[in-house]
T-cell receptor
Framework: DAKTTQPTSMDCAEGRAANLPCNHS???????VYWYRQIHSQGPQYIIHGLKNNETNEMASLIITEDRKSSTLILPHATLRDTAVYYC???????????FGTGTRLTVIP | GAVVSQHPSWVICKSGTSVKIECRSLDFQATTMFWYRQFPKQSLMLMATSNEGSKATYEQGVEKDKFLINHASLTLSTLTVTSAHPEDSSFYIC????????????FGQGTRLTVV
């Protein structure tokens, strides 16, 4: 599975959009981009995933560049409860297990 | 969404004893489940893949005789930490994924093990 690179930490003001970048320059054509988050002392929570098209659900939007070498997770209106570590993971089609990197620690500030 | 449940949420045990952690998929069948370990301020590290009806597959550096995994049914996998020592204190998390090309993985709430 392709390696992903994320900033170590980010801050975001409450109510503003949080844009979390992820670099996956070695991603292959059959690898999806998945985003999970982990709130302190809890199991990871699925957010969203995509292959090449932009995706949106009730939690977030995922913007994938045309060359698929990077993506951005957007939380449109961050709340204090969005404070967590966000993981971007490239997962090969049909693969079962996930390998987590270090993620981005997002802190939403009042 | 699908739910994966872990039990217990936390456990304290004496050094030298064994501890069993259960992972259940509540509304779907999982032929494969995964066990992770997470130390403070670190990321999740995959320990092993639990396969229903067959032996688990362990990641490099994980002792299979110390971390016993049993996956006796399509909805239950157990991890037993045998002869626990203080260095085994950690946050243990399981996950399961529905069968399919691009389905998300669901994670349990984790089990915090403290060995004293």
């Amino acid at each position: 599975d392709a390696k992903t690179t994320q900033p170590t930490s980010m801050d975001c003001a409450e109510g503003r959009a949080a844009n979390l970048p992820c670099n996956h320059s070695t991603i292959s054509g059959n690898e999806y981009v998945y985003w999970y988050r982990q709130i302190h002392s809890q199991g990871p929570q699925y957010i969203i995933h995509g292959l090449k098209n932009n995706e949106t659900n009730e939690m977030a939007s995922l913007i994938i560049t045309e060359d698929r070498k990077s993506s951005t997770l957007i939380l449109p209106h961050a709340t204090l409860r969005d404070t967590a570590v966000y993981y971007c993971i490239a997962v090969r089609t049909g693969a079962n297990n996930l390998f987590f990197g270090t993620g981005t620690r997002l802190t939403v500030i009042p | 969404g699908a739910v994966v449940s872990q039990h217990p949420s936390w456990v304290i045990c004496k050094s030298g004893t064994s501890v069993k952690i259960e992972c259940r998929s509540l509304d779907f069948q999982a032929t494969t489940m995964f066990w992770y370990r997470q130390f403070p301020k670190q990321s999740l590290m995959l320990m092993a893949t639990s396969n229903e009806g067959s032996k688990a597959t362990y990641e490099q550096g994980v002792e299979k005789d110390k971390f016993l995994i049993n996956h006796a049914s399509l909805t239950l996998s157990t991890l037993t930490v045998t002869s626990a020592h203080p260095e085994d204190s950690s946050f243990y998390i399981c996950s399961a994924r529905k069968t399919g090309a691009d389905t998300e993985a669901f994670f349990g709430q984790g089990t915090r093990l403290t060995v004293v």
